[in-house]
């Protein structure tokens, strides 16, 4: 692989891994990331690929430098996000800030300096609130039950508004409970997956309310990344794309594996 490649929230768990397998199949990475303190950006993510990518500290919000950040890309994986769908509540001006405004400037940027490339936005399963039918397809109804959420789908809106107007190659997609190497887990506002294993690794209790059998998809992080590669490759331009399991794992049978893999709490 020889393309330019920029993204977004390169030190987080996603955009960090994702940096990872871009450099192994020879991909020109740069990562931009505002290094937040709550949202997982952190250079030890980078360890192994820090003098193989060029990192940029700097704000997707900042239009000047987005400027910069698109010119001569490729594919631009946009993931620079306020994370938490609890702190969407307290703070929403923030998240509509973060998660609005900051994938807005990034596709004006794009629309300027990057008119032919393609563009990835990491949205979320929180844009569709309570499930009606399952399996979950694309054209479920989507409600969101957060400020998060709606942001994530008014990103989506944007993603297609400007496939459909201006004819950037943008796909989105909708992301389930992630988990894996490089996660951030210092709080429970980002990944239950994430905040169990570090509550087991303290030797904590890990509560659960009701009895457990709620079901979710619980994807890897290297599922994650696979995805990602095909649809800047295959997706089609304004669509929106769900990735997931066939299988459905119970809350409480994923409590026992991170338990079982522990060996504590």
Excluded: C
């Excluded at 060029?54 to 698109?70: A, H, I, N």
């Excluded at 631009?76 to 702190?87: G, P």
């Excluded at 794009?110 to 399996?135: C, E, N, Q």
């Excluded at 509550?199 to 599922?223: H, P, V, W």
């Amino acid at each position: 692989m020889s393309n330019n490649v920029l993204i977004t929230g390169g030190a987080g768990f996603i955009g960090s891994n994702l940096a990872h397998a871009l450099v192994a199949q020879g991909a020109n990475v740069t990562i931009v990331d505002a290094m937040l303190p709550l949202y997982g950006g952190n250079e030890f993510n980078l360890e192994g690929i820090r003098d193989k990518v060029d990192f940029v500290e700097g704000d997707v919000r900042d239009y000047e430098l987005m400027e910069k950040m698109v010119a001569g890309k490729d594919i631009i994986y946009h993931l620079a996000a306020q994370v938490s769908y609890i702190d969407s509540k307290e703070q929403p001006f923030l998240d509509l800030d973060i998660n609005a405004n900051g994938y807005l400037t990034v596709l004006e940027a794009a629309r300027d300096h990057a008119p032919r490339a393609k563009i990835l936005f990491a949205s979320s399963r929180m844009v569709y609130g309570r499930i009606l039918t399952t399996p979950v397809r694309e054209d479920h109804p989507t409600e969101p039950l957060s400020l998060y959420g709606i942001h994530k789908l008014v990103g989506e809106k944007y993603g297609r508004y400007y496939a459909d107007t201006f004819e950037l190659d943008v796909v989105s997609v909708r992301i389930p409970n992630p988990y894996g190497p490089r996660q951030q887990m210092k709080h429970n506002k980002y990944s239950i997956v994430g905040w169990f294993v570090r509550q087991a690794m303290e030797g904590k209790t890990i509560e659960i309310f009701g009895n457990g059998s709620q079901e979710r998809d619980y994807l890897y992080i290297d599922d994650i990344i696979d995805a990602f590669l095909r649809l800047t490759k295959d997706g089609k331009s304004g669509e929106v794309y769900n990735i997931g399991n066939h299988e459905r794992i119970r809350f409480v049978d994923m409590v026992d594996a991170v338990l079982s893999e522990v060996g504590s709490g």
